[in-house]
Nanobody, 121 residues
Framework: VQLQASGGGLVQAGGSLRLSCAAS??????MGWFRQAPGKEREFVTG????????YYADSVKGRFTVSGDNAKNTIYLQMNSLKPEDTAVYYC?????????????????WGQGTLVTVSS
C-alpha cells in the first residue's frame, strides 16, 4: 500500500483544514491519522474501518475533527475544525491490514509521508 497525504498548511486558531490521504496498491482494512508535534511522540488522532465506516477519535479531537472515506477513490479525509495551536504537528496517514482500529502506531503497516499543519494563535 502506498499512501499520499496532502492538505496541510498554516491556519489561524479557530480555522479549518481538510487533509486527504490517497491509498494505492494492496487494500487495507483500517486507515488512520496520527500526528507528531516537535519533541513529542507520534499520537493517534482518528481511525476508520473501511467495511461499515466505523470510526474512533482521540479525546483531544472529538467533536472538532471528522474522518471520512471514499471507497471509489480509496481515499480518506480528515476535516479539522476549530483548530487550536496545540493541534500543530506533522500529520501522517497510516493503514493496517488488521480489522480493528488500534491506537498504537506500531500496529500500522503502511505510512504516508506526512503533511505539516500549523495553527497560529
Amino acid at each position: 500500500v502506498q499512501l499520499q497525504a496532502s492538505g496541510g498548511g498554516l491556519v489561524q486558531a479557530g480555522g479549518s483544514l481538510r487533509l486527504s490521504c490517497a491509498a494505492s496498491g494492496r487494500t487495507s482494512s483500517v486507515m488512520g491519522w496520527f500526528r507528531q508535534a516537535p519533541g513529542k511522540e507520534r499520537e493517534f488522532v482518528t481511525g476508520i474501518i473501511w467495511s461499515g465506516g466505523r470510526t474512533y477519535y482521540a479525546d483531544s479531537v472529538k467533536g472538532r475533527f471528522t474522518v471520512s472515506g471514499d471507497n471509489a477513490k480509496n481515499t480518506i479525509y480528515l476535516q479539522m475544525n476549530s483548530l487550536k495551536p496545540e493541534d500543530t504537528a506533522v500529520y501522517y496517514c497510516a493503514a493496517r491490514t488488521g480489522v480493528l482500529i488500534v491506537l498504537s502506531p506500531s500496529a500500522y503497516d503502511y505510512w504516508g509521508q506526512g503533511t505539516l499543519v500549523t495553527v497560529s494563535s
